[in-house]
């Protein structure tokens, strides 16, 4: 058991190595100033907020990184990213 014990520690170590080298290589299509040029805000904490829940989104696969479907999913949902 303790070898499998060990392989399952190294995939799951594996995995989240990638999952960091994704993340670090990963740049979202829409930018903080489009997000307060769209949604008429100033820089602060909640374009922040905003772009950390559109990556999130296109990184577990429930959008598409291209402006327009980010632009089209901040439209509809960004009462909702907020609360």
């Excluded at 905003?50 to 632009?71: A, M």
Aim: charged share 35%.
């Amino acid at each position: 058991h303790q070898a499998i014990d060990r392989l399952n520690r190294l995939e799951e170590r594996i995995k989240e190595v990638n999952r960091k080298d994704r993340l670090s290589s990963f740049k979202l299509a829409l930018n903080g100033y489009e997000i307060m040029e769209m949604l008429g805000i100033t820089p602060g904490r909640i374009v922040g907020k905003i772009k950390e829940h559109l990556e999130q989104q296109v990184l577990d696969g429930l959008l598409r990184n291209n402006k327009r479907e980010l632009r089209r999913y901040l439209k509809n949902h960004w009462r909702e990213i907020l609360h």
